[in-house]
């Protein structure tokens, strides 16, 4: 019979066996243990609103009974819900009359099943569990289990779009096509890097053997194994940090990028690849000054008032000035000196490899730091690209941004990664660059609108309005009603698609000077009921002095 389980802490599943324990209850509890099972990826995770992972079951020589028939009913609950999945049939192979998998008695066996879930709020501290139940080949009842506890993490939530930016909608792009595709080819990157000391562009012995080499060795082992893997493409971002004579310093960045390159290439055997040859097969993307790096460090660190250090450096434009203000701050907070710009100074390399014939189901898996990045073909740079939308939607903005920036040296000018460039700039503030972004990427109507966002936001209205002519929006017909084109803005707001209690007023607003009471009074209303705040703005704005004695006004706002 179904019950709820109660959660409290660490959940945790354990049989006892004592000496009284018979020879078929030992079958049966070893049989439970191993239908407990486990998921892949372990940390559940709702991306798009859709959770996907598989549920693993390994069975030892055996455990399975020759003429047992299992049903295995999945289930999340979730704030005294129960979510069913699809249930699992399996059979013994003495089994003739049934065609379900069969789980072999003399044979260490695993069997995979993908399963899909519509994330629904309060998914986040859900409980997988399994209710398991056996018969034998004629339809008799076997023996009773506990509920399996799978899987007691709860999901991962990754925020969908719209996706707002100091109260400005911008439009990434994610490559749709690809995520929802299930490819027959497995792709994937493993990450390491090498670090420098200041000046330098050596690569110490004890470097050239830090733990994310040694980690990323092992990785390839285990990744080339197969037959037919291969590594086909190797992306190198190298930087050097803004301080003192590594500022600007291109022959410093261009020597530990030689460096970098011979110690990659000997100490992760790449040289051993079919595609070493080519010459595009190591790409590299040089950063002098990292300034972006800087920043994203100091956030993260514990100095005080790092927010305002952070707002201080980007405020400064003139180099040496920012320079002068970065050497105070180094003198104030031996920290940044000792902790945040050694990590600047390294070289980071990204080893692409392709694993042929191999099924994949949707996954997209982001890890802390591009330590390990596990992703799904088909190409590289839309991987790295929908991993940055991803993290531009859970406001990762730096992080996206160094996600783009390889991409982008992959890609080579392609559209979709300068627009989410320009997303993700806009993001961390420097619309100056944004802007360039945004410019190499117009081919794309997506940027376009973001550009003509920028546009706005600059008070340009009448250049914004080429950008964001192309359908009706709501940033169109602010900037119609800014420039007075009030008619135009009416017919805009219209035809747009309306969600938020701001695009109904400015719906009133644009009918109130066009004189159309009823759809104004209509608009308010609609506002009003949103956000009880807008009935009182209504009644301070001036917009809607003429109508304060209509009857639609009146409604509206009472």
């Not at 930087?239 to 261009?254: Q, R």
């Not at 406001?395 to 992959?410: H, N, P, W």
């Amino acid at each position: 019979m179904r019950k709820f389980i109660i959660i409290a802490g660490a959940i945790a599943l354990s049989i006892t066996l004592n000496s009284c324990t018979s020879q078929k209850d030992m079958q049966r509890e070893n049989l439970q243990s191993a239908v407990m099972g486990r998921t892949v990826p372990s940390q559940l995770e709702s991306y798009a609103g859709d959770i996907t992972f598989d549920y693993v079951i390994d069975f030892l020589p055996g455990e399975f009974k020759k003429n047992t028939v299992m049903t295995i009913t999945p289930m999340l609950e979730y704030n005294n819900k129960i979510v069913d999945l699809p249930p699992i049939h399996l059979q013994g192979d003495a089994i003739k009359n049934l065609n379900y998998p069969v789980i072999p008695n003399n044979k260490s066996t695993t069997y995979s099943k993908a399963m899909h879930l519509e994330y629904e709020p309060g998914m986040e501290n859900g409980v997988l569990w399994a209710e398991i139940e056996t018969e034998n080949g004629r339809g008799t009842k076997g023996a009773s289990f506990e509920p399996a506890i799978i899987n007691p993490n709860g999901i991962q939530v990754w925020q969908e779009q719209p996706l707002m930016i100091d109260g400005v909608k911008y439009v990434p792009i994610m490559v749709q096509d690809y995520i929802n595709t299930t490819p027959i080819e497995q792709v994937g990157c493993i990450g390491c890097y090498i670090n420098f000391p200041m000046s330098q562009s050596s690569i110490s012995d004890k470097e050239a053997h830090n733990k994310s080499i040694i980690q990323a060795q092992q990785q390839l082992r285990n990744a080339l194994a197969p037959k037919g893997a291969k590594i086909s493409k190797v992306v190198m971002v190298i930087s050097t940090s803004p301080d003192g004579s590594e500022a600007g310093n291109d022959n410093l960045t261009k020597a530990r990028a030689e460096s970098a390159k011979a110690c990659f290439m000997k100490d992760l055997n790449l040289n051993s690849s079919p595609n070493s040859k080519r010459g595009d097969f190591i790409t590299e993307s040089l950063i002098n000054e990292n300034w972006d790096g800087l920043y994203e460090q100091l956030e993260n660190s514990k100095i005080p008032n790092k927010e305002a250090i952070v707002k201080e450096l980007k405020a400064i434009k003139e180099d040496n000035a920012r320079s002068n203000k970065l050497l105070e701050y180094i003198k104030q907070y031996p920290t940044i000196k000792n902790d945040i710009l050694p990590s600047l100074r390294r070289a980071d390399c990204y080893v692409f490899y392709t694993v042929p014939e191999y099924r994949v189901e949707q996954v997209v898996t982001y890890a802390p730091q591009l330590e390990t990045m596990v992703m799904t073909p088909p190409a590289d740079w839309k991987a790295l690209n929908d991993l940055a939308v991803v993290a531009i939607q859970n406001k990762k903005y730096r992080k996206a941004q160094k996600l783009l920036e390889t991409a982008a040296v992959i890609a080579k000018g392609n559209a979709i990664v300068y627009n989410n460039m320009g997303v993700a700039c806009a993001g961390l503030g420097n619309t100056t660059l944004a802007t360039e972004h945004f410019n190499k990427a117009q081919i794309r109507k997506e940027a376009k609108y973001n550009m003509g966002l920028l546009l706005m936001e600059s008070g340009n209205y009448k250049k914004a309005e080429g950008y964001l002519n192309n359908t009706p929006n709501i940033p169109l017909a602010y900037c119609q009603l800014q420039r007075g084109e009030n008619r135009e803005a009416l017919h805009t707001l219209k035809q747009s698609a309306k969600q938020h209690a701001g695009d109904y007023y400015l719906l009133a607003v644009a009918a109130a000077r066009c004189g159309d009471a009823d759809t104004m009074g209509d608009a308010l209303k609609q506002a009003s009921q949103q956000n009880h705040k807008m009935k009182h703005k209504a009644k301070h704005d001036a917009e809607f002095y003429p109508y304060r004695k209509t009857e639609q006004y009146k409604n509206a706002v009472k």
